[in-house]
């Protein structure tokens, strides 16, 4: 039998305030007899603005465990939304020492057991991992979602040692963000808040350029250097459709006790994600926060060590809103060997001399690497991006092949210059053609082997795929793809390589066995009540200047403009990306974006605009970023930064 409700309150403005003086906000959801009946805490820490950027998932997401017995916090970390201070960096040792400040505050409220969980989706789910590698004593539990635990391998900025174009995107997208105010409501020094954020907030795809191999820069904040400082329960989940999927099977080989789940969504919380089918996650979740923070027996422990979403194939899509499928508990595989041969795909071996010297638009149908916004981000077509590449290709499957796992591709290769990347996709071969992309990899090889390559050395390499969970039809084929270029998804190398394949195989996980299991459908409390001012709106096109040859990549993300009918607080913003580049060029590779932000509160009108660009030549990447800031109209801010970094075998 179901446990009543309890009645909440809600402060919007809960001061909470660091060591150093330095005052942080949060919204919490607690009980209204807490102070009475003592409740456990869940914490969700980010830079994303709980006042305006956070909204609808804080609405749907921190009432429902409230009313279940928890006091929710969600914090706006230093520098961001309606927290004083400044922030330097993503996941500074600052920020997780002030995470555990903030712990240690909450444990010492009278409404607080002592007991703490801490959950959230990307940066939330990042510094999750990362403070429970530090193993504050109230932390007993983290949900995390849609994070890693290697930041240089399976972050934002470096794939495989390729630089990958979300450094410049996700690095406006933070140039962006922290650049706005507080709310003028609640802040009566809002003003001067934000002009010590507009003057002081860094460019972070400089800081991050800096570091252009995995050192102890990137090792910081990977938990993976060491699993065995986490004590806390962790669960894991993660999407087929997000960037971040290979962190779930990864914590669960290897935290002890771990559980993980993978459906087929992009980067959002599962009950209310895309595509469907979403699931029940606030119920999941609250199994393991009434399991691990209250004592509870909910059967947890029993649970499959992974929950994976097997999808059927399907005709390749750029968005989707449902993807067929079934679940599966733990699935039983066998490892089947291909061999990339001169005849195609296939279980003999044989020879194989293949150049391979892409274009370097090669990859135009790759899709967003971290596809979040909603618009038409997920791959297409790969046949364009295959005519332009190696390709293996298996002869029609005699059945079914279930895979699951993380693929791997062993290659015996060379190159003619001193840099060189390769791009690896295994797609599905439909019978008219057709191809989809189920999973790829990465790999800069100067960057592998450890320094510039010896032009005409035979290397062998080794490269896994992410891991995916994708079932072939009986009659269609499998097809490996190799090219030496991914633009937009990947900075190019300084010089147009040819690389030659001499050997090469491909390694799947093919499913055996498995159980299905039952998931719960979403629940979730009210939604976020708004005033639309601006629908949201997402558009992306290419286009190729028939004079100059060169092609473009153009992405419009509109958000939308609405008014909070609780608070009054308008805000709306427009994100656009511009990806340049020539066929035969790679150092005419060039990205541009450019955030609008506003925010209205009475007569006072905010706006920001953050502008940046990036470009090469052969021995530097090139940076510029511009950052005004509007008061009613009228400048009262204005910056330019120009960057020069010295490229390193990237």
């Known amino acids: 039998m179901k446990n009543a409700l ?11 305030t660091l060591a150093d003086g330095t005052r942080l906000s949060a919204r919490m959801w607690c009980p209204v007899d807490a102070v009475d009946d003592p409740v456990s805490v869940i914490l969700e820490y980010l830079p994303y603005r709980k006042r305006d950027g956070t909204c609808a998932r804080d609405a749907l997401t921190h009432p429902y465990f409230a009313q279940r017995g928890y006091a929710c916090l969600r914090v706006d970390m230093r520098g961001n939304g309606d927290s004083h201070g400044v922030m330097e960096d993503e996941y500074t040792q600052q920020e997780l020492d002030d995470a555990v400040e903030v712990i240690t505050w909450a444990v010492a409220q009278p409404w607080c057991n002592g007991n703490v969980g801490m959950m959230g989706i990307s940066w939330g789910g990042f510094n999750s991992l990362q403070v429970a590698a530090m193993a504050p004593e109230p932390l007993k539990a983290i949900i995390t979602l849609c994070s890693t635990v290697d930041r240089f391998a399976d972050d934002i900025h470096y794939k495989g040692g ?21 709310d003028p409501a609640l802040r009566p020094d809002w003003r001067e808040m934000w002009l010590e954020r507009l003057e002081n907030e860094p460019f972070l795809p400089s800081t991050w350029l800096r570091h252009q191999t995995r050192d102890d820069y990137w090792k910081h904040g990977s938990v993976c250097e060491s699993y065995d400082t986490i004590k806390a329960k962790v669960l894991a989940v993660g999407g087929w459709g997000d960037a971040y999927k290979n962190a779930v099977p990864q914590i669960v080989q290897n935290l002890p006790g771990a559980k993980g789940i993978i459906g087929p969504w992009v980067h959002k919380y599962p009950h209310f994600a895309v595509p469907e089918p979403r699931i029940g996650f606030l119920q ?35 968005w989707y809103t449902n993807r067929p499928g079934r679940w599966l508990a733990d699935p039983q595989t066998e490892t089947q060997h291909w061999h990339m041969t001169d005849a195609g795909l296939g279980p003999e071996q044989g020879t194989i001399q293949r150049e391979i010297a892409s274009p370097q638009d090669t990859g135009a149908d790759a899709g967003e690497y971290c596809a979040i916004w909603l618009g038409p981000e997920l791959p297409g077509d790969q046949r364009r991006d295959d005519a332009l ?31 060189a ?6 797609n599905h071969i439909h019978p008219d053609g057709a191809s989809m992309r189920i999973t790829y990899g990465l790999l800069n090889l100067a960057d592998h082997l450890g320094g510039p390559l010896v032009p005409g050395q035979r290397e062998a390499v080794r490269l896994n795929l992410d891991h995916i969970a994708y079932s072939v039809p009986a009659g269609h084929r499998m097809r490996v793809s190799v090219s030496t270029a991914y633009w937009p998804l990947i900075w190019p190398a300084p010089e ?6 001499h050997a090469g195989s491909l390694s799947i996980d093919a499913l055996t066995d498995a159980d299905t299991c039952h998931v719960e459908p979403p629940d979730a409390a009210a939604p976020w009540q708004t005033e639309e001012l601006r629908p949201e709106a997402h558009t992306r096109r290419q286009e190729t200047d028939m004079v100059t040859g060169v092609t473009s990549l153009i992405i419009k993300d ?12 308008i805000h709306g913003s ?25 925010i209205e509160r009475d007569d006072i009108h905010l706006r920001t605009e953050a502008r940046c660009e990036m470009w090469s030549d052969a021995t530097h990447f090139h940076l510029n970023a511009k950052l005004d800031a509007f008061e009613n109209d009228i400048r009262v801010y204005q910056r330019e930064i120009t960057d020069k970094v010295p490229r390193r075998n990237l």
């Open 284 to 318: 999941e979740a609250l199994r393991w926060w009434d399991r691990w923070l209250k004592g509870a027996d909910t059967g947890v422990e029993d649970d499959p060590d992974l929950r994976t979403y097997l999808m059927d194939g399907v005709r390749p899509a750029t």
């Open 496 to 501: 147009a390589a040819t690389v030659t394949l």
């Open 6 to 16: 309890r009645e909440i309150e809600e402060q919007p403005d809960l001061g909470i």
């Open 574 to 598: 427009i994100a656009r990306e511009r990806w340049d580049i020539h066929p035969d060029d790679p150092l005419s590779a060039r990205g541009t974006c450019h955030w609008t932000d506003e």
């Open 558 to 569: 509109d958000f939308g403009k609405v008014r909070d009918l609780d608070h009054g607080l």
């Open 162 to 182: 390729c630089l990958l174009n979300e450094n410049l995107g996700w690095g406006a997208t933070m140039w962006s963000y922290s650049s706005r105010a507080p």
């Open 389 to 419: 590449s190696a390709r293996f290709d298996s002869a029609p499957l005699g059945a079914e092949l279930a895979i699951t796992g993380a693929p791997v591709i062993r290659l015996n290769l060379s190159a003619d210059k001193p840099v």
């Open 421 to 426: 990347h390769i791009t690896v996709r295994l």
